[in-house]
């Protein structure tokens, strides 16, 4: 009997050549990226929507996972699409953004496109305590969500997510991002950033500091208005899919 959550499960629709690689963010499941995925293999593109370890089942799972964990989800996405594609094009929602420009380094991805994607740990205090927040989570597990990301308020019944921030697995996310903020400067691939202005959860600061340190010259930053931050299933979701498309298809006609 399968423990993943509805929403929880990862998703392949063939298509052509070009594979995309959708990544999901933290505490979230591959359900914030399947309509995404789902226009894209309407525009004949390969999807490949995974889970990332920890996530789709139990807080308690994600507990137990590492930043090591993560990014053998993404290469094991990866070697998946490389298997089937001449390209691949990795596209990540707020942790999975980190994932992505993590990606944009290390694997031999085409371009990258990273969504709501934090240059640091929202809470400024997390990168203080990171060396005693193992500890720290034994008396206080977990952070509770104080808002969900969301404008549009039908995608905030149909989000699967958890519903709270585990400081361990929070300690995690710290250190995946300061691998990413590392990887910044060595990024010489296409990158597409798309973030909301009215983000509550990670400040448009972040996107700018992101643009500023990629070492890319083909780098872009798409804002958006009224989306919070999961952009891939919020008001202006559109607009987020068609500069997807338009992005995938420019770099890989260009290679």
């Known amino acids: 009997m399968t423990r993943t959550v509805q929403g929880g499960e990862p998703f392949f629709?063939?298509?052509?050549?070009?594979?995309?690689?959708?990544?999901?963010g933290f505490t979230g499941a591959p359900n914030e990226m399947r309509l995404l995925g789902e226009h894209l293999a309407a525009c004949g593109f390969s999807v490949l929507g995974i889970r990332l370890a920890g996530h789709g089942t139990s807080m308690e799972d994600l507990i137990r996972t590492?930043?090591?964990?993560?990014?053998?989800?993404v290469e094991d996405g990866f070697q998946l699409l490389q298997a089937c594609c001449?390209?691949?094009?990795?596209?990540?929602?707020?942790?999975g953004g980190v994932l992505t420009l993590h990606a944009a380094a290390n694997l031999p991805v085409t371009g990258a496109i990273a969504m709501s994607a934090p240059y640091l740990v929202p809470h400024p205090f997390i990168a203080t305590l990171r060396p005693i927040l193992p500890l720290v989570s034994r008396l206080w597990p977990y952070h509770t969500k104080r808002h969900p990301g969301l404008e549009k308020v039908e995608s905030q019944h149909e989000h699967v997510?958890?519903?709270?921030?585990?400081?361990?697995?929070?300690?995690?996310?710290?250190?995946?991002?300061?691998?990413?903020?590392?990887?910044?400067?060595?990024?010489?691939?296409?990158?597409?950033?798309?973030?909301?202005?009215?983000?509550?959860?990670?400040p448009?600061?972040?996107a700018e500091r992101l643009l500023a340190s990629l070492g890319t010259e083909d780098k872009h930053l798409l804002w958006l208005e009224e989306?919070?931050?999961?952009?891939?299933?919020?008001?202006?979701?559109?607009?987020?899919?068609?500069?997807?498309?338009?992005?995938?298809r420019r770099v890989t006609e260009e290679n």
């Open 227 to 248: 989306s919070g931050h999961v952009i891939t299933h919020d008001v202006e979701q559109d607009i987020v899919f068609d500069a997807a498309v338009k992005f995938i």
């Open 161 to 202: 997510e958890y519903e709270a921030y585990p400081y361990r697995a929070v300690a995690e996310l710290e250190d995946l991002i300061r691998l990413m903020k590392a990887d910044l400067s060595a990024i010489r691939i296409p990158v597409l950033l798309m973030h909301s202005r009215a983000d509550e959860t990670v």
């Open 86 to 95: 001449d390209h691949v094009i990795a596209l990540g929602l707020s942790m």
């Open 66 to 73: 590492r930043e090591q964990d993560w990014i053998a989800s």
């Open 204 to 206: 448009e600061a972040h």
């Open 13 to 24: 629709m063939q298509g052509n050549a070009t594979g995309c690689l959708l990544i999901h």
